[in-house]
Nanobody, 121 residues
Framework: QVHLIESGGGLVQSGGFLRLSCAAS????????MAWFRQAPGKERKFVAA????????GYSDSVKGRFTISRDNDKNTLYLQMDNLNPDDTAVYFC??????????????WGRGTQVTVSS
């Protein structure tokens, strides 16, 4: 089982940047595909970006493509999300998620509690 803790959220002005981190417990992190999701106020949680266990980026949502970069450091058991050129529509709680590498699709089993990102105009 993997325990996930996000950090790095905060308040930033439009056009600014933030780097989110997700620290994973020693639950064979390197065997897990990882992803970021976000949930804006009053809306459903949505996919942001994903990276598989062998460090291949498997997708970005259209709304963040070209502005956000997902990465991971398996030696540090940490997932990252570099967010550049932020705008108010990026305001949300950001969650990291994990699934065993043999699980298909977006069936993520493990979730962090989230970190708040607020972008002011």
């Amino acid at each position: 089982q993997v325990h996930l803790i996000e950090s790095g959220g905060g308040l930033v002005q439009s056009g600014g940047f933030l780097r989110l981190s997700c620290a994973a417990s020693d639950g064979l992190f390197s065997w897990h595909d990882m992803a970021w999701f976000r949930q804006a106020p009053g809306k459903e949680r949505k996919f942001v970006a994903a990276i598989n266990w062998i460090n291949v980026i498997t997708g970005y949502s259209d709304s963040v493509k070209g502005r956000f970069t997902i990465s991971r450091d398996n030696d540090k058991n940490t997932l990252y999300l570099q967010m550049d050129n932020l705008n108010p529509d990026d305001t949300a709680v950001y969650f990291c998620a994990a699934k065993e590498r043999w699980v298909s699709g977006e069936n993520y089993s493990y979730w962090g509690r989230g970190t708040q990102v607020t972008v002011s105009s």
